[in-house]
T-cell receptor
Framework: KQEVTQIPAALSVPEGENLVLNCSFT??????LQWFRQDPGKGLTSLLL?????REQTSGRLNASLDKSSGRSTLYIAASQPGDSATYLC??????????FGTGTSLTVIP | IAGITQAPTSQILAAGRRMTLRCTQD?????MYWYRQDLGLGLRLIHY???????GKGEVPDGYSVSRANTDDFPLTLASAVPSQTSVYFC????????????FGPGTRLTVL
């Protein structure tokens, strides 16, 4: 069974700092990996989707990398802003439409 | 464009009662999913459907059933609710059964007493 781990569970940084969120998974036979953002009491919003054949994806200040063989992904956020405060979740898709989520990293950006 | 709507927003239910959570999408996505989110456990997949007329089991399917009569609707039924089914339930959809971004609904907060 796939296990997805996110470290750290919580992170607090001053505004303007660059930061990295980590995601690791135990079964490298994935189809894709997605990073999501979740605001309190809300649903999830997809940030980036990396197919298993890709190494990274970028969107604005966000850059996600994938190293499938080592079972790791990172989400890099440049020049953090208070509006980036949220919980960030990574999820992997395995064979048979099985999706597995990490428990998230709660990010607070201090003005 | 509404995207994905879920109903009800929240519900308190007595144990043993039957409950159907509704999910509707207007994006004509083929694939739809139901997840539950619990503190410390993250999101876990309950059931999924790749296309209308087909369904499959996720990681935690016991106690839940789904149907997919058409493209837009994917209801989740708890036949006889138990307190361990207290959770926040999210419906999601994607265009190509996982090879595409998943879009999530706002969630239903269910409490079973």
């Amino acid at each position: 069974k796939q296990e997805v781990t996110q470290i750290p569970a919580a992170l607090s940084v001053p505004e303007g700092e660059n930061l990295v969120l980590n995601c690791s998974f135990t079964d490298s036979a994935i189809y894709n990996l997605q990073w999501f953002r979740q605001d309190p009491g809300k649903g999830l919003t997809s940030l980036l989707l990396i197919q298993s054949s890709q190494r990274e994806q970028t969107s604005g200040r966000l850059n996600a990398s994938l190293d499938k063989s080592s079972g790791r992904s990172t989400l890099y956020i440049a020049a953090s802003q208070p509006g980036d405060s949220a919980t960030y979740l990574c999820a992997v898709e395995n064979t048979g439409n099985q999706f597995y989520f990490g428990t998230g990293t709660s990010l607070t950006v201090i003005p | 464009i509404a995207g994905i709507t879920q109903a009800p927003t929240s519900q308190i239910l007595a144990a043993g009662r039957r409950m159907t959570l509704r999910c509707t999408q207007d994006m004509r996505h083929n694939a739809m999913y139901w997840y539950r989110q619990d503190l410390g456990l993250g999101l876990r997949l309950i059931h999924y459907s790749n296309t209308a007329g087909t369904t499959g089991k996720g990681e935690v399917p016991d106690g839940y059933s789904v149907s997919r009569a058409n493209t837009d609707d994917f209801p989740l039924t708890l036949a006889s609710a138990v307190p361990s089914q207290t959770s926040v339930y999210f419906c999601a959809s994607s265009g190509a059964g996982g090879a595409d971004t998943q879009y999530f609904g706002p969630g239903t907060r269910l409490t079973v007493l």
